[in-house]
């Protein structure tokens, strides 16, 4: 198997410019991760009873919960397809 690395080798500046994009890109999955920790912390706050549930109606905590069980389901089927 031969690698297209040799077939198209690339200048300085492209091996800079996709190091570049590959940082950014970094960046922005951590930033979506901490977004997502941070959303999935408050809506379990929301349906936590000792914490922030006794403040919101019961619609608001079925939404919460809702959407606690869409991202695990999200999530499981993320793991099933690796």
């Known amino acids: 198997m031969t690698s297209h690395a ?3 080798p690339l200048t300085k500046d492209e091996r800079q410019a996709m190091r570049d994009h590959i940082v950014w890109l970094s960046q922005q999955l951590e930033t979506a991760r901490a977004q997502a920790a941070m959303k999935t912390e408050f809506m379990r706050r929301l349906v936590d009873f000792e914490d ?22 999200i999530e499981q089927e993320s793991w099933n397809r690796k």
């Open 52 to 73: 922030l549930a006794h403040a919101v109606s019961e619609e608001i905590r079925q939404v919460a919960y809702a959407i606690l069980i869409h991202d695990t389901h």
């Open 6 to 8: 040799n077939n198209f």
